[in-house]
């Protein structure tokens, strides 16, 4: 039975990873950006062990953990004027991808469906009225960021599949 504390296990190898590779200098990443992976992972791992077995809360802290780890490591690499016209729509965007993951959980249940939807073009609306979105831009910027950080991607990747391989045993 794969456990929390096996998930913290890998949160730690690589959070000693990812360390050791900006100590020799293969990534230059900061403490917020830092904060955001180790986000991405553990909600990662959260949603995984989660998915399918009927513990709601664990699924939803898990996917909003992953999301905002997404934002920290978004609002780390790129420059905003306002960052503040950022908090609104993310927050909105979050919480509906969340539900959505809710609801992927457990189909039958429309009412997160519905959830989700009103939360995300709420984002959308939000967005719209805040900012501006360029998809080529946004695009370039994903392709960017994978270039200047595929070390992370791997061990990302890795712990990944062990988490999958543990879960399997």
Sequence with gaps: MFKNHSIIAYLLVFLV?????K??????????E????????YGIGTVY?????NRKKLLFIGAVLFLVGVELV?????????LSN???????????TAFLVLFIDDLP??????????????????FTKLGTFNLTDFLKS????????WPVIIIVTALILLLKKNNKN
């Design 23 to 32: 100590i020799v200098g293969i990534i230059n990443i900061g403490y917020t």
């Design 49 to 53: 062990v989660s998915m399918g077995k």
């Design 142 to 149: 994903t392709l960017s960021i994978s270039m200047k950080y």
């Design 109 to 126: 249940n429309k009412l997160l469906l519905a959830i989700s939807v009103i939360f995300l073009i709420s984002g959308i609306f939000f």
């Design 86 to 96: 950022i908090i609104l729509p993310s927050i909105f965007f979050i919480l509906g």
């Design 34 to 41: 830092l904060a955001g992976y180790v986000l991405i992972f």
């Design 17 to 21: 990873l990812t360390i050791l590779l």
């Design 74 to 82: 978004i609002t780390s690499n790129y420059d905003f004027l306002k």
